[in-house]
Structure formats: structure tokens, C-alpha cells
């Protein structure tokens, strides 16, 4: 580079040396125009000098700045392919949530959605509550002491509706009765009783019907003097041979410590 940019110079040179020695047979004007072209020259040929020497540091100029992305995404800029790199340098700005709320209305937008809540009771023991965004989809919630009801939805389409409930209650001589069921036609039928006596054994009950079968555990315990035994019978739900069953016994003793079934 220095080389071609030396025989430049001495192009240059021959051209001004040419004009200067027209200048001798030209007026006065003509010898101060090209007195000021050297001149011009000279400066010029000053600059480009110590930007191209060695060891002599010239203008520079530096921009500060970051990227972060993949760096397969290089090889698309040897393409001239730009796209990825361009949606590295983006701007991620977090927007802070903001929130309204009056009585049971609540309206936010969080993460660049709108959400709106409405909450009111029915009675002492009874809640309810509606929630959506302004993707149009929506929840319905029921909420009691022995029940709950949930309804999810988008917009006013119907097909795309889906709920799940639940029931409890006691029965007695019978126990405590759960059921759970939605509208995919799944349920969970529970029911339990702890602690009722049988010749002297308290005895453990708890059964659960779904729609892919039926679990039972049984359990019994009974006082030992200081110690009290307890067995513990279990089938996996579909299993209902003997020999699919789990059985459990513990007989701690005072200071013997043990870890129950």
C-alpha cells in the first residue's frame, strides 16, 4: 500500500513540477496559482504521510456497542443475510405492570396484556369470581365451602368451553364423600372414614372410583399394651387380584422408633 500510494506521490509531483515550469513562461497569476497548488500539496502529502507511516497512530474513530445472539448468525452476515443480527441488537424494554382496583374491579396490564378480575360474595360462605384478558378467554370461578365450580371460555364461542367441578360432604356411618368431575367426562368418586371401631381394632377406610378404575386402602390399628400394631392393605387402581395388592405392618416399640407405612 505504501509502495502504490509512493508512486502516486511522484505522479503527482511531475504534474505540479510540469505546470510550474508553465508557469515561468505565464503571468504573475498563473505563477501564484500554482505556488498555492503546491502548497495544497505539500499539506496533503503531510497527512497522508503520518496516517500511512508505521508506528505513527493516525485519526481514529471507535463506537461503542453490544450484540448478543447465536453465533450462526454470522454466517448469515457473510451471505448478506442481516435479519438475525438486526433482531439481536433490538431493544428489550420490560414495561412495569399497571394496576387499577376499586371495590372488586381490578384492571391491569401486565407483560403487555390487559387483565380484568371482578370478585364479589354471594353469602357468608360463598365467592365468585370472573377473570379475562383482552385475548378474549376467560374464567368463571364458583367457590363455597363444600363446592367449587370452574368455567373456562374464549370469547362468546361455546364449543370452546370447559369446566370442572367439585363436591364434598359426610355421610354418616358412611364416611366423607368427594367427587371431582369435568367436562371431559373424568371424575374421581372418594370416599373415607377413619378411626371406627371393629371388635376392638380402629379401623382406616378409603376408596376411590375413576373412570380408568378403583383403588382401596384399607387400614387397622389396635393398642398393645405400649405398643400399637398397625397393618395396611393397598390395590393399585386396576388391580384387583390378590397378588397385586401392598401390605404394610408396624409394631413400634416404646424408644424403638420405626417410620409409618
Not at 443480527?85 to 376499586?102: N, Q
Not at 381490578?106 to 360463598?126: P, Q
Not at 360432604?169 to 366423607?176: A, K, M, R, Y
Not at 371388635?199 to 377406610?205: F, I, N, R, Y
Request: proline share 6%; charged share 25%; hydrophobic share 35%.
Amino acid at each position: 500500500l505504501k509502495a502504490a500510494f509512493g508512486g502516486v506521490l511522484a505522479r503527482l509531483v511531475r504534474i505540479v513540477g510540469a505546470r510550474g515550469a508553465m508557469g515561468l513562461r505565464s503571468p504573475a497569476k498563473k505563477a501564484r496559482s500554482a505556488t498555492a497548488r503546491f502548497a495544497c500539496l505539500a499539506g496533503l502529502l503531510a497527512v497522508a504521510w503520518r496516517a500511512f507511516s508505521p508506528g505513527v497512530a493516525g485519526p481514529a474513530y471507535a463506537v461503542r456497542g453490544s450484540w448478543q445472539g447465536e453465533t450462526s448468525a454470522l454466517k448469515g452476515v457473510v451471505k448478506g443475510e442481516f435479519g438475525e443480527v438486526i433482531e439481536g441488537l433490538e431493544p428489550k424494554v420490560p414495561f412495569p405492570p399497571v394496576t387499577f382496583g376499586r371495590g372488586g374491579l381490578s384492571v391491569g396490564a401486565v407483560d403487555g396484556r390487559v387483565n380484568l378480575t371482578y370478585s364479589t360474595k354471594l353469602d357468608e360462605d360463598t365467592g365468585l369470581s370472573l377473570s379475562g384478558t383482552d385475548e378474549k378467554s376467560w374464567i368463571a370461578r364458583l367457590l363455597g365451602k363444600d363446592m367449587s365450580l370452574q368455567i373456562r371460555g374464549d370469547g362468546t364461542n361455546l364449543d370452546s368451553l370447559s369446566w370442572d367441578a367439585m363436591q364434598k360432604s359426610h355421610v354418616q356411618d358412611l364416611g366423607d364423600v368427594k367427587l371431582e368431575y369435568n367436562s371431559d367426562k373424568e371424575y374421581n368418586l372418594t370416599v373415607s372414614r377413619e378411626g371406627f371401631p371393629v371388635k376392638g381394632v380402629e379401623v382406616d377406610t378409603r376408596v376411590r372410583a375413576s373412570d380408568i378404575g378403583i383403588e382401596g386402602r384399607l387400614g387397622a390399628r389396635k393398642q398393645l399394651g405400649p405398643a400399637e400394631l398397625r397393618y395396611t392393605v393397598e390395590n393399585p387402581v386396576g388391580r384387583y387380584d390378590p397378588a397385586g395388592t401392598k401390605h404394610w405392618a408396624r409394631l413400634p416399640t416404646p424408644g424403638g422408633g420405626g417410620a409409618p407405612p
